[in-house]
T-cell receptor, first 110, second 109 residues
Framework: NAGVTQTPKFRVLKTGQSMTLLCAQD?????MYWYRQDPGMGLRLIHY???????AKGEVPDGYNVSRLKKQNFLLGLESAAPSQTSVYFC?????????FGEGSWLTVV | RKEVEQDPGPFNVPEGATVAFNCTYS??????FFWYRQDCRKEPKLLMS???SGNEDGRFTAQLNRASQYISLLIRDSKLSDSATYLC??????????FGAGTRLTVKP
């Protein structure tokens, strides 16, 4: 039972490089999210989607783009990585009031 | 002011102790409330929802005070396996969940 799967788990980027984090869920959930977690800050919402083909900005969207071309996938893109984007990224999907997280992606920008 | 505020701790307690965590939220229109548990380098997982009437799940009791915009979690008879970070979560609308920064608990033998 896969649930929410994120790839890659670890990545080191140089400043200015681009990359895409992939998220897949097999629970047929409409809602999907991307959060980042930094020490002392808690999880902060980057972008979210309420269904296939829709996306919306969260608390900290700057420097990120997302796409939801298929219901089961939610992609997070960094166009030009900056050291401030060093963080742990969690993808999640939700049904009613329960949110299910992926295992996280550790991203370091040097 | 953060939307969801928690005492970061750490709380260091002996096995068998009772420990309580508090959380305040700023959005009075918030609809739903939860406690999540996060182990080190792992994803958060739902511990329990919080209802206005208060609710209990084994050794865990959650309380909500809407008038004071305050949520609490009580853990009785602490176990070593309870060591984790506890996240207070508030749902201000249908599309979003706001997380506190978490309270770290260490239960020692």
């Amino acid at each position: 039972n896969a649930g929410v799967t994120q790839t890659p788990k670890f990545r080191v980027l140089k400043t200015g490089q681009s990359m895409t984090l992939l998220c897949a869920q097999d629970m047929n959930h409409e809602y999907m999210y991307w959060y980042r977690q930094d020490p002392g800050m808690g999880l902060r919402l980057i972008h979210y989607s309420v269904g296939e083909g829709t996306t919306a900005k969260g608390e900290v969207p700057d420097g990120y783009n997302v796409s939801r071309l298929k219901k089961q996938n939610f992609l997070l893109g960094l166009e030009s990585a900056a050291p401030s984007q060093t963080s742990v990224y969690f993808c999640a999907s939700s049904f009613w009031n329960t949110i299910y997280f992926g295992e996280g992606s550790w991203l370091t920008v040097v | 002011r953060k939307e969801v505020e928690q005492d970061p701790g750490p709380f260091n307690v002996p096995e068998g102790a009772t420990v309580a965590f508090n959380c305040t939220y700023s959005n009075s229109a918030s609809q739903s409330f939860f406690w999540y548990r996060q182990d080190c380098r792992k994803e958060p997982k739902l511990l329990m929802s919080v209802y206005s009437s208060g609710n209990e799940d084994g050794r865990f009791t959650a309380q909500l005070n809407r008038a004071s915009q305050y949520i609490s979690l009580l853990i009785r008879d602490s176990k070593l396996s309870d060591s984790a970070t506890y996240l207070c979560v508030v749902k201000p609308n249908n599309n979003d969940m706001r997380f506190g920064a978490g309270t770290r608990l260490t239960v020692k033998p």
